[in-house]
């Protein structure tokens, strides 16, 4: 091959994947026209089946969510996923144990989740809500494009993580506190 042709070769195929960025189809394959747990109309089930899972959590906004009834229990399980999406989701802005302590905590105002406002005062359903439409600043977890947010937290997800927050926060932020407070 000649020498010239093979160096504009080599320079196309390195200046490319910095393109791919930009082409129509770079998007979150998640966003496609399929139809995602919890919408459209589910399928009649058979006779005298007897369902075994599935999470009847769909709701409009958050004020809708405000009422539901989270169906996970708090068991070591639930707990241990819960406590694995909020370390990646969740602590970037309301820190590793959700005090409020995170880099970016002040400038953005995220609030102390372990707080009596958060834990004892808004309901399980709130927070799948906020999780799920985001709040004032905070993206929605659960609505593409709400608030600029994304659905990275499927319905299961969220629960997860609501049971984590109000359960065991409260623990791993003392936990933490006193691990910090030995010599
Ligand atoms: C990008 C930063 C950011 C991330 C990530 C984030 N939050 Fe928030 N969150 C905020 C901010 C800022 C507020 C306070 C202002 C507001 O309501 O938007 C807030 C408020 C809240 C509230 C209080 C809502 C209310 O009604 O007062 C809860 C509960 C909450 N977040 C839980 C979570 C959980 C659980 C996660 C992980 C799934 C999470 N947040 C992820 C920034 C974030």
């Excluded at 995602?36 to 709701?59: C, L």
């Excluded at 144990?97 to 002040?106: E, F, I, M, R, T």
């Excluded at 609501?162 to 936990?175: E, R």
Aim: glycine share 8%; net charge positive.
């Amino acid at each position: 091959m000649n020498k010239f042709i093979r160096n504009i070769l080599l320079v196309g195929m390195c200046a490319a994947p910095a393109m791919v960025y930009a082409w129509p189809w770079s998007q979150d394959m998640m966003n496609q026209p399929s139809i995602k747990p919890q919408e459209g109309t589910p399928a009649p089930f058979a006779k005298r089946s007897v369902p075994v899972s599935g999470i009847p959590t769909k709701v409009a906004n958050r004020d809708e969510a405000k009422g539901l009834k989270n169906p996970m229990q708090p068991t070591p399980e639930v707990l241990k996923q819960g406590k694995n999406l909020f370390k990646i989701i969740c602590a970037a802005c309301h820190g590793l144990a959700g005090q409020a302590n995170s880099p970016v905590s002040d400038k953005i105002g995220a609030i102390d989740l372990t707080s009596d406002y958060v834990q004892k005062q808004l309901t399980e359903g709130w927070l799948f809500g906020t999780i799920t439409y985001g709040s004032a600043i905070m993206p929605a977890y659960g609505v593409p494009g709400e608030g600029g947010g994304s659905n990275d937290l499927s319905p299961e997800e969220r629960w997860y993580v609501v049971t984590y927050v109000k359960n065991q926060l409260v623990k791993d932020a003392a936990a933490a506190a006193q691990t910090k407070s030995q010599p």
